[in-house]
């Protein structure tokens, strides 16, 4: 059974929601020509499962449900109104991923790379 806060999001926004116990991931699919796209809109691990690659594990299973849904690319939203220490984590994160910065604006940095068919 999903979340309240999951059920929320997909009646409100439509966005997918993959949470287990001690973090989740918002993420929404969007399509622009021929190119579908699994954009991450949020992920939260709880301090208490920091600093034991439980982002890894996110990634991985983000990047499985992208491979399943078709998607090109994979993309992560960091809002410039979060603090500055969250931007940078993120968006090392991100880097570790394979992501590279792909767009920036006065509200928001996007990340993208493309999914890794085997």
Known sequence: MS????????ETVNWE?????DSFVTYEFQ???PVSCLKIIEMYVAP?????DKWRDLTN????IARQENCKTISAQISKSTSEFTQQR?????????MELTYE???QIIYSRGTRYE
Do not use: N, P, W
């Open 3 to 10: 979340s309240l806060y999951a059920q929320f999001v997909k």
């Open 17 to 21: 929601t993959l949470e287990d116990s």
């Open 31 to 33: 399509k622009v020509g």
């Open 48 to 52: 208490q499962a920091r600093g034991k």
């Open 61 to 64: 299973k983000i990047e499985e």
């Open 90 to 98: 993120t968006a090392h994160l991100c880097r570790l991923f394979g």
């Open 105 to 107: 604006d006065i509200y």
